[in-house]
């Protein structure tokens, strides 16, 4: 009899709020397991070691986060409502998986040297080239300021998109959506060239 895929499901998002937690290389099986209510060895009944859970949750993310990142890619838009809808969907994936979120901020670094995990060097060089792409678009076709600094604005929003999976608490008081609103109200007017901007 194989595990159910809900059960499954159920455990990696245990052993994700744990590694965000504690850290990959300080979360032990056993501890997972303990949090779970379950045996250390049941665990591998499920998953055949803590690297493959921590493989699993970030893949899932990933693949997740790339298909609506895909869409919006190849969905026409303008730089700007482009911006608009990558933070927003950023936004999302950090409601539905803020534990992967947090996990990939503190452990890409050190994961990525390792062969198991070099898709998240190429995920990273990806969104940097996405990013970028759709900025430098902007700047040329006049919908961002002339004078923009692409790569440091880059740096600017994904920092700060991103690291709201420190604070952000799914079923919060605001949604991933209105949070997105107010965050792009802010950057935006900063960006936006128009007859606001200061000479």
Not at 53 to 65: A, V, W
Not at 130 to 143: F, I, K, Q
Request: no cysteine; glycine share 8%; aromatic share 12%.
């Amino acid at each position: 009899m194989s595990p159910s895929p809900a059960r499954r499901r159920e455990l990696l998002a245990t052993a994700a709020e744990v590694f965000a937690a504690q850290g990959y290389n300080a979360t032990t099986v056993r501890k997972i397991a303990d949090t779970a209510g379950i045996l250390a060895g049941s665990l591998y009944y499920h998953f055949d070691s803590k690297e493959s859970m921590l493989d699993e949750i970030l893949t899932t993310f990933l693949d997740e986060l790339w298909a609506r990142y895909d869409a919006v890619l190849a969905s026409g838009l303008g730089p700007r409502e482009t911006i608009e809808a990558l933070v927003t969907e950023s936004f999302r994936e950090i409601d539905r998986h803020r534990a992967a979120v947090a996990i990939y901020q503190k452990e890409s670094k050190y994961l990525s040297v390792q062969p198991r995990f070099g898709y998240l060097a190429d995920s990273q060089e990806k969104y940097e080239k996405a990013w970028l792409g759709t900025l430098e678009r902007g700047v040329s076709d006049g919908a961002f300021r002339g004078d923009l600094d692409v790569r440091l604005t880059y740096r600017f929003v994904r920092d700060t998109v991103w690291v709201a999976a420190s604070w952000y608490r799914p079923g919060g008081q605001h949604s991933p959506e209105e949070i997105a609103r107010q965050y792009l109200a802010m950057v935006l007017e900063g960006i936006a060239s128009g007859p606001h901007q200061e000479t």
